[in-house]
């Protein structure tokens, strides 16, 4: 049954515009009878253009208040749909609990929605005054924790790995410096700190916010995306019937550079040797990639939704080869696990 017009209507709130939804639906192909997995569910606007196109949809969100929010959807989809509130890092095991054995497609959209930017006691903008929260399941230590209870170095290593921000050292000994006053609590204190010492540049109108790398980082370290991403990536490669699609869609270099490796090596038939070192035997690719490469969005849509500008789509199809599990080491999946653990209620 073809989904009524109640499911392809936009959220309540409008704005939460899905990145290329266009090339999302393209490369996955969704069909009827078919099933598939949206890891990310935020505003559902994804699970309803697959439930448009006919297929089932079962919708993986980490955050309690969108799945919340999409019961509505649920009620409207007529059984097709199904909401979990779980991590999609985990997609096989939920799968699993629903007696679902394989699937026709994935898709993810990695890193934090638009919905959670803009619900400023969620702690993740900058621009919108809150608790200093970050936490998209609301469980384990919060960026105030973090801030407030790692030390100097700790907290460079999280700037520059996770947030490549070039002014690391600085900027956590300023928030070190800062602390023994008043504690971080707000995201006003941590992003008027960075204004401060990350600074503006000379051409204030043409550069990202001084706070946004920093920001960034502990949004990562706190959520643990990057080790949730490669986790995402081998569950999706084990429940994948052959000729199933994974379509990923990331916003940050790193989140890219995992998602390109991990198709560039799914994808290998050869170990590309040369006449200093000989091709070796290789496992079976595990997908065919959808296209050369990477996608990126169109000048339209960038215009309209600002989010677009930074986004990259790469798709595979699963092919009969078993799934081999993963390594996050051969993804050069950046690493902060060393670090200490912050404790403590700060917010």
């Known amino acids: 049954m073809t989904a009524g017009p109640d499911i392809l209507s936009a959220p309540p709130e409008g704005r939460h515009l899905p990145v290329m939804l266009a090339e999302v639906v393209a490369a996955l192909g969704p069909r009827p009878g078919e099933i598939h997995v949206d890891g990310t569910f935020g505003a559902g606007g994804y699970t309803r253009a697959i439930l448009a196109a006919g297929a ?42 629903l007696g679902v054995p394989a699937v026709d497609g994935v898709v993810l959209d990695i890193g934090v929605s638009s919905m959670q930017l803009d619900q400023a006691d ?11 929260d970050m936490r998209m399941g609301r469980e384990g230590p919060s960026a105030a924790d973090v801030v407030n209870t790692l030390d100097e170095r700790d907290l460079a290593r999280i700037f520059w790995v996770l947030g490549e921000e070039k002014r690391s050292n600085a900027l956590a000994r300023a928030i070190v410096a800062d602390r023994e006053t008043e504690p971080f609590v707000r995201t006003r204190q941590l992003a008027g700190l960075a204004e401060r010492v990350v600074g503006w540049g000379k051409r ?43 379509v990923v869609v990331s916003f940050h270099s790193l989140e890219d550079r995992i998602v390109k490796r991990f198709f560039a090596e799914r994808s290998r038939e050869t170990s590309g ?10 496992p079976p690719p595990t997908f065919r990639l959808i296209g050369k490469g990477v996608l990126q969005a169109g000048e339209a849509e960038i215009a309209g939704n600002p989010r677009a500008r930074s986004a990259k ?27 200490p653990k912050p404790t403590g209620a700060s917010c």
Do not use: C, M, W, Y
């Open 204 to 246: 204030r109108h043409d550069e990202i916010h001084p706070a946004t790398r920093a920001f960034q980082a502990l949004r990562i370290f706190v959520n643990g995306e990057l080790d949730e991403l490669a986790a995402a990536l081998a569950a999706a490669e084990s429940v994948l019937k052959p000729g199933g699609r994974l």
């Open 56 to 97: 089932d949809v079962i919708a993986i969100d980490r955050d309690e208040t969108a799945i919340a929010a999409g019961e509505p959807l649920v009620q409207a989809a007529g059984g097709r749909l199904r909401l979990v509130n779980g991590r999609f890092g985990a997609l096989d095991e939920h799968l699993a609990d």
């Open 122 to 132: 969620r702690g993740f903008s900058f621009r919108n005054d809150g608790p200093l």
């Open 273 to 282: 040797g040369s006449r200093h070192a000989p091709e070796t035997t290789v």
């Open 313 to 339: 789509l790469r798709a595979g199809i699963r092919t009969e080869a078993a799934a081999r599990g993963i390594d996050v080491a051969d993804l050069d999946v950046p690493t902060v696990a060393d670090l």
